[in-house]
C-alpha cells in the first residue's frame, strides 16, 4: 500500500515538490522555535542560584579610567559608604559587587585550563556577598576575614565552574593561574548562579574576593543592599542623602533589584516573544496554504477517485489515501529536515542548547507538523471520501 | 488590456473566496511583519529631530585599546576626544558630550527615574532641538560651570506638574540645578540626542574625567558638507596614529576611527576591534538585514507560488479556450501576473492598515521609551514595491506552466 502510494507521490512530483519544500522549511521553522521555547522554559524552571527580593543597588559611577587606576582612596571612600550602609537599623546586610544581577553589565573571560577552553563570567565581591544574595554554599566556604592573610587570592565558583573545569574532582584548593605566576585558589563552592536571571543559560561563574584593603581584587562599582522585609519605601532617600554626604565626590543611582529584573526580563523576552510571534504566523499560513492545495488537489483528481469507488473502494479508504498521502510527503520533507537538522550537533550546536531541549525541539517539531498536516488534509479527505463513484466518474 | 485583466482579476478574486482568503492573510501579514520591522529600522537610522542635521555628521562613538592580555571597548575618554578631535581643522563644529547614564532623583519626596547626559554648549549648535521654553545653556555656563540644566516636557510634568519650569530648580545627585529650558521629549533610538536632562560637562562632581583616556565621552563632527568626511577621517587618523601608550606593557594598540550613527550601530554589531578591518561595516549591516528578509520571505513565496499553482488548474478550460483562439504564451503569463499583483497590492493595502495599527500599539506600550513609530511615505514606497515584487515573483512561475499547458490537454481540464 505504502510503495503503491509513492508511486502514486512520485508521478506528481512536480506538484508535490513545492509541498516538500514548504513543509520542509517549516519544520526547520517549528524546530528552531520549540528549541527555543524549551530552553527557556527549562532555564526558567532551574534555580537563580540568588534571592533578589528586599535588595537594592546603590549603583556608583567611575568611569573606567578612575578603577583601573583604582586609587587607594577612592576604595576607602567605597568601603565608608559601605560600612555607613550597614550602620542603618533597616539594612540587614551589604555588600560590593563589581557586575550585580540584572544589571546589564558583565565581565567576561576565558581560560585554557588543561588544554581546554573554559568561558567564564566574573564578578569581585566583598565578605558579605553571599549573605545580601542568600547563596547556598554546597562545599567548602564562602570568604572572611581570615582569607586577608591568604597568599592566593581566594575565589569562590559555582557548581557549573567546578565541573567545567575539575569535573568529579574536589574543587577546594584548586589553584588557577590569572598571569604569569600569579595564582586564585578555590575556596568554596556555591550552587550554579545564574546573574542575567531567569531566560538566561547556565553559566561558568566565579567570585574573586575584593579584598578591603586593597590588596587583591577589582574595586566593584555597586553597593549591593539587602534590607529587612516590610522597608519603607522612603529609606531610600534617607540612605542616599547620608551617602551623598560622607561621599560628595562619588555620583551613583538607588535602583530596586526588583525594578532591575522586570527592566532585563522585558529586554530578553521581547525579542523571543516577537520570534514566537512570526513563527505562529508563518506555521499559520502554511497550514492554510496546505489545506488549499490538498482541497484543490482532491478536486482536480475526482475522476481516479470515482475510479476507485468505482472499483469497489470503500469511502473510508478513500479518505485513508488523501492521508496517508500527505503524511508521506511530510516524511520526505522532514527526512530531508532532519538530516540537516541533525549535522547541527556537530557544528557546534550544544555550546548554545542543551542536547534535551535539541532533542524535544526535533520530537516536537516532528509530532507538530505531522499533527498539522493531518490536520490540514481532514477537511479535504472527508469531501474526497463523500465523492460517489458515479457524481465523481461523471465530474468533467 | 490591463483594465480588462484588472477586472478579470476581481471577478476571479471574488470566485474562490477561501482561497483568496489564504493569499490574503499570507501575504499582508507577511507585509506586517516586514513593515514593522523597516518602520522600526527607520526609526533608528533615519536623520530625523533633533539629529536632522546627522547626513552631515561624523563623530567618535567608541574606540578600543588592546595589548596582549586582552583590551578595552568602550566610550573615549575626555582627554582622548579633547586632545584627538577636538583639534580637527576642517570642521565646521566639532561637540564633546557625555553617554547618557540612567540616575535617580528624590523631588517632593517621590523618586523619579531618569537619563543625564553632559554637554558643551556646541551639542546645542548642531542638534536642532524642539525649545518649548527658554533655551540651551551656553559654552560660557559650561566653561563657568553653572548649574543650569535642560530637561524634557516630559521631566517638567514629573517635576513641576506641567507649570511653566523656567527658573525652577530640582536636586540631582545633591547638587542644585536650575531650569534654563524646556525641550520636547526624545526617542530613546536616537543615540547622541537621547536624555532627559541635560548639564554642563563640568559640573561634573571631580574633574578625574578629564585626565582619562577611556570614559564615558563621545564626539561628533559638522562637516561643512559629506564631501568633507574623508579629509576629516584622514586627519583624525593621522593624529591616532600618534598616540602614545602610557604603559606599552600593558596597552600598546589603538582602534578608533570617525564613523556616522549608522557605522558605528553596524560596528557594534559585528564587534569593534574585528570590524576595524573593514572599511565598510554597513555594507555588511544592510546584508545582513536584506538576507533575514529573503529568509524570512522564502516560506510565504512557497505559499503563495503553491496556491497559484492550484489556482490556475481550476482555470485550466479557460485557459484552454483562450488558447485554442490563439492567445500568445507572454499574453497569457502577463495576464495572470497582473492578477496576481493586484492580489498582492490589495493584500499590500491591508498589510499597511494593519502594521499602522501594530505599531501605534507598540508606541503605546512604550516599548522603546518616547518612541513613536510610524509609517512615513519612505516606507509605505517600499512595502508597495515589496508587494510589487512578491506578486511578480510569486505570480511568473505558475503562469509559465500554465502558459506551457497544451490547448487540447487544458481544454479537458488536463494535468500540468
Redesign the interface.
Known amino acids: 500500500m505504502i510503495k503503491h502510494l509513492l508511486k502514486l507521490v512520485w508521478n506528481?512530483k512536480?506538484?508535490n515538490a513545492?509541498?516538500v519544500?514548504?513543509i520542509f522549511?517549516?519544520f526547520l521553522?517549528i524546530f528552531a522555535v520549540l528549541t527555543g521555547a524549551v530552553t527557556l522554559i527549562s532555564n526558567w524552571n532551574r534555580p537563580l542560584g540568588f534571592a533578589w527580593q528586599n535588595v537594592w543597588d546603590v549603583r556608583m559611577?567611575f568611569?573606567?579610567?578612575?578603577r583601573?587606576n583604582g586609587s587607594d582612596e577612592l576604595r576607602a571612600t567605597v568601603m565608608r559608604m559601605l560600612d555607613e550602609t550597614r550602620a542603618f537599623p533597616q539594612v540587614a546586610a551589604a555588600a560590593v559587587s563589581d557586575t550585580p544581577p540584572y544589571a546589564f553589565s558583565t565581565a567576561m573571560?576565558s581560560r585554557e585550563i588543561n588544554g581546554k577552553q573554559v568561558d567564564l563570567v566574573l564578578d569581585n565581591v566583598t565578605d558579605d556577598f553571599a549573605e545580601v544574595m542568600q547563596m547556598k554554599v554546597v562545599r567548602g566556604r564562602w570568604f572572611n576575614a581570615a582569607d586577608d592573610a591568604a597568599h592566593h587570592q581566594p575565589i569562590v565558583v559555582d557548581t557549573n565552574t567546578a565541573a567545567a573545569i575539575w569535573g568529579e574532582a574536589d574543587p577546594i584548593g584548586q589553584k588557577l593561574e590569572e598571569?604569569d605566576g600569579v595564582f586564585t585558589q578555590v575556596v568554596g563552592v556555591v550552587e550554579g548562579y545564574r546573574k542575567d536571571g531567569e531566560p538566561s543559560s547556565p553559566m561558568n561563574m566565579i567570585f574573586f574576593r575584593m579584598s578591603p584593603t586593597g590588596k587583591y581584587g577589582r574595586l566593584g562599582s555597586s553597593i549591593l543592599v539587602r534590607v529587612h522585609p516590610g522597608t519603607d519605601?522612603?529609606f531610600?532617600?534617607e540612605l542616599?542623602a547620608r551617602l551623598?554626604q560622607i561621599a560628595?565626590?562619588?555620583?551613583?543611582?538607588?535602583?530596586n533589584m526588583e525594578k532591575m529584573r522586570t527592566n532585563m526580563l522585558r529586554t530578553r523576552l521581547?525579542p523571543l516573544v516577537a520570534g514566537g510571534v512570526?513563527g505562529l504566523?508563518?506555521i499559520?499560513?502554511?497550514g492554510?496554504?496546505l489545506?488549499?492545495?490538498l482541497?484543490?488537489?482532491v478536486?482536480?483528481r475526482t475522476r481516479e477517485i470515482g475510479l476507485r469507488r468505482a472499483m469497489g473502494a470503500s469511502g473510508k479508504s478513500v479518505n485513508r489515501q488523501v492521508l496517508v498521502e500527505v503524511v508521506l510527503l511530510a516524511s520526505i520533507a522532514m527526512l530531508i529536515g532532519g538530516i540537516i537538522i541533525l549535522q547541527l550537533p556537530v557544528l557546534g550546536a550544544f555550546a548554545i542548547v542543551t542536547p534535551a531541549a535539541f532533542t524535544a525541539g526535533f520530537l516536537g517539531a516532528l509530532a507538530t507538523i505531522y499533527a498539522l498536516t493531518v490536520l490540514c488534509a481532514l477537511y479535504p479527505s472527508w469531501l474526497a471520501s463523500r465523492l460517489t463513484p458515479a457524481e465523481a466518474l461523471r465530474y468533467? | 488590456m490591463i483594465n480588462n485583466y484588472i477586472k478579470l482579476a476581481l471577478k476571479v478574486l471574488g470566485r474562490r473566496k477561501f482561497f483568496t482568503f489564504i493569499s490574503l492573510f499570507g501575504i499582508s501579514l507577511t507585509l506586517v511583519v516586514l513593515m514593522v520591522a523597516a518602520a522600526i529600522l527607520d526609526n533608528f537610522f533615519a536623520p530625523q529631530q533633533p539629529e536632522s542635521r546627522f547626513d552631515r555628521v561624523i563623530g567618535i562613538y567608541t574606540i578600543g585599546m588592546y595589548g596582549e592580555r586582552g583590551g578595552y571597548t568602550g566610550n573615549p575618554g575626555y582627554r582622548f576626544v579633547d586632545q584627538y578631535v577636538r583639534p580637527l581643522r576642517d570642521a565646521e563644529m566639532i561637540s564633546v558630550f557625555s553617554a547618557q547614564s540612567t540616575a535617580v532623583m528624590y523631588h517632593a519626596g517621590r523618586k523619579i527615574d531618569t537619563h543625564v547626559r553632559r554637554t558643551d554648549g556646541n551639542y546645542w549648535r548642531i542638534l536642532d532641538f524642539r525649545f518649548l521654553e527658554g533655551g540651551p545653556f551656553t559654552e560660557a555656563d559650561n566653561q563657568s560651570a553653572n548649574f543650569v540644566a535642560v530637561i524634557t516636557d516630559d521631566m517638567r510634568a514629573k517635576l513641576y506638574g506641567g507649570a511653566s519650569a523656567l527658573g525652577k530648580t530640582f536636586v540631582l545627585d545633591g547638587r542644585r540645578f536650575r531650569v534654563a529650558g524646556v525641550v520636547k521629549a526624545v526617542p530613546i533610538t536616537r543615540t547622541v540626542g537621547f536624555s532627559e536632562i541635560w548639564t554642563p560637562i563640568r559640573t561634573a562632581k571631580t574633574r578625574d574625567y578629564e585626565t582619562q583616556w577611556l570614559g564615558d565621552f563621545s564626539a561628533i563632527i559638522l562637516a561643512r558638507s559629506r564631501a568633507d568626511f574623508p579629509k576629516l577621517r584622514a586627519e583624525f587618523d593621522q593624529r591616532v596614529s600618534t598616540f602614545t601608550f602610557e604603559d606599552p606593557k600593558r596597552l600598546n594598540r589603538i582602534v578608533a576611527g570617525l564613523d556616522t550613527t549608522f557605522e558605528a550601530v553596524a560596528r557594534g554589531f559585528l564587534g569593534h576591534g574585528m570590524s576595524q578591518k573593514s572599511r565598510n561595516p554597513t555594507m555588511i549591516l544592510r546584508g545582513v538585514i536584506l538576507l533575514a528578509a529573503l529568509l524570512f520571505i522564502t516560506l510565504p513565496t512557497m505559499n503563495l507560488v503553491s496556491i497559484n499553482l492550484s489556482r490556475i488548474m481550476e482555470r485550466a478550460s479557460e485557459i484552454g479556450v483562450r488558447k485554442a483562439f490563439g492567445a500568445s504564451s507572454r499574453a497569457l503569463i502577463s495576464q495572470f501576473v497582473v492578477e496576481n499583483v493586484v492580489l498582492t497590492v490589495i493584500g499590500g493595502a491591508i498589510g499597511f492598515a494593519l502594521s499602522a495599527a501594530v505599531l501605534a500599539a507598540i508606541s503605546r506600550v512604550e516599548l522603546v521609551p518616547y518612541a513613536v513609530f510610524h509609517l512615513n511615505l519612505r516606507i509605505f514606497f517600499y512595502g508597495m514595491l515589496l508587494a510589487m515584487a512578491f506578486g511578480i515573483l510569486s505570480g511568473v512561475y505558475p503562469a509559465w506552466r500554465m502558459s506551457r499547458m497544451h490547448p487540447v490537454q487544458a481544454l479537458r481540464g488536463g494535468a500540468l
Do not use: C, H, K, Y
Not at chain 1, 568611569?63 to 578612575?66: I, R
Not at chain 1, 560628595?248 to 535602583?255: A, D, E, L, Q, Y
Open positions: 506528481r512536480r506538484a513545492l509541498i519544500a514548504e522549511v517549516s521553522v559611577e568611569d573606567l579610567g578612575t583601573e573571560g598571569e519605601p522612603s531610600e532617600e542616599a551623598t560628595p565626590t562619588v555620583s551613583f543611582r538607588i535602583r521581547a512570526v504566523f508563518l499559520a499560513m502554511v492554510l496554504g489545506t488549499g492545495v482541497w484543490q488537489n478536486t482536480r468533467e
